[in-house]
């Protein structure tokens, strides 16, 4: 009978210490979480605006070579395809966001 205890004592034990730990890989793992979003390389409102900009330039340029030459459009050139993908995430945005200058 005293075995029985001194089992469930020491099962207890086991049980409570394996929830320490993993209540610590846990408060370890947001603070690696918390850490590695402290260095990530965030871009101001202005540089991700600069972004869009530059991108509906080069997709209206895009868009230019595509119109001028129907060629393009037969061979799927690359030309076709980063247009087709620029126009692709510039509407998702636009339809996300309210883009003003869009």
Do not use: A, P
């Amino acid at each position: 009978m005293r075995c029985i205890n001194v089992l469930y004592c020491i099962e207890f034990k086991i049980k409570l210490i394996q929830g320490r730990i993993q209540y610590y890989k846990t408060l370890l793992k947001v603070k690696q979480d918390v850490d590695k979003e402290k260095l990530t390389d965030k871009k101001s409102i202005k540089d991700g605006e600069e972004i869009l900009n530059h991108c509906k330039n080069e997709m209206d340029k895009l868009g230019e070579k595509v119109k001028n030459d129907i060629q393009l459009l037969n061979t799927w050139d690359i030309t076709v395809q980063m247009y087709c993908i620029l126009k692709i995430y510039l509407d998702r945005y636009r339809k996300s966001t309210r883009w003003r200058d869009y």
